[in-house]
C-alpha cells in the first residue's frame, strides 16, 4: 500500500488528503500528516510520496524520509525547504508561484486557476505527463492547488 506524508499547516493538510482520497482510490489510512512531534514515530515508514508546504525543523530525519520517497512535491517559494532538495536521489515536482518551479499558475481566478506544468513529470505508472496548461477548481488556495496537481499528476487523476 502506498503511504503519502503531507507536511503544512492544518488547513491545508486537510484540503490536500481529502482530495487526494476523494480523486484516487487510496485509503484514508495511507494518506499521513508528518508532524514535528510525530516524525519520530514514522521516521521508518516508506512513503511514495512526501507533500512539503511549510518549513520543517527536524530535517535531518525528513531528509532520510525524502530520500527513501519515490516523489517528493514541494512548495519551492519557501526558502528554507529548498536546502531540502541538496543531493536527493527522488523525483522532484515543485510548485510555487516562482518562474522555475515544476509547476506554477499560469491565472488564477475567483474558483478557477490554470496550472503551468513547465516540464515533463514521470508518473507512478511510468506515464509521462507533458509540459502544458491545465485549468482546475480552486481547493483552498493557490498553492494547495498546485500541490494537489502535482500529486494528482503522477497518480494519472488529473
Known amino acids: 500500500m502506498p503511504f503519502i506524508g503531507i507536511i503544512s499547516n492544518e488547513d491545508t493538510e486537510n484540503c490536500i488528503r481529502d482530495c487526494i482520497l476523494d480523486r484516487t ?20 515508514i516508506k512513503f511514495e510520496t512526501i507533500i512539503v508546504d511549510r518549513s520543517f525543523k527536524k530535517s535531518e530525519i525528513l531528509k532520510k524520509m525524502i530520500d527513501s520517497a519515490n516523489y517528493l512535491i514541494i512548495n519551492s517559494d519557501i526558502e528554507s525547504n529548498l ?20 509547476i506554477t499558475a499560469s491565472s ?14 514521470e508518473g507512478k505508472n511510468n506515464n509521462v505527463i507533458e ?22 499528476l503522477i497518480y494519472d487523476k488529473i
Open 25 to 44: 482510490k487510496l485509503r484514508e489510512s495511507s494518506v499521513l500528516f508528518i508532524k514535528e512531534k510525530s516524525i519520530e514515530n514514522i521516521k521508518n
Open 83 to 102: 536546502d531540502l532538495l541538496n543531493n536527493v536521489n527522488t523525483t522532484v515536482i515543485s510548485y510555487g508561484f516562482n518562474s522555475k518551479a515544476t
Open 108 to 121: 488564477v481566478g475567483e474558483n478557477e486557476m490554470l496550472i503551468c506544468v513547465q516540464r515533463a513529470i
Open 131 to 152: 509540459p502544458e496548461e491545465i485549468n482546475m477548481e480552486i481547493y483552498k488556495n493557490a498553492n494547495c492547488t498546485m500541490a494537489l496537481a502535482g500529486a494528482l
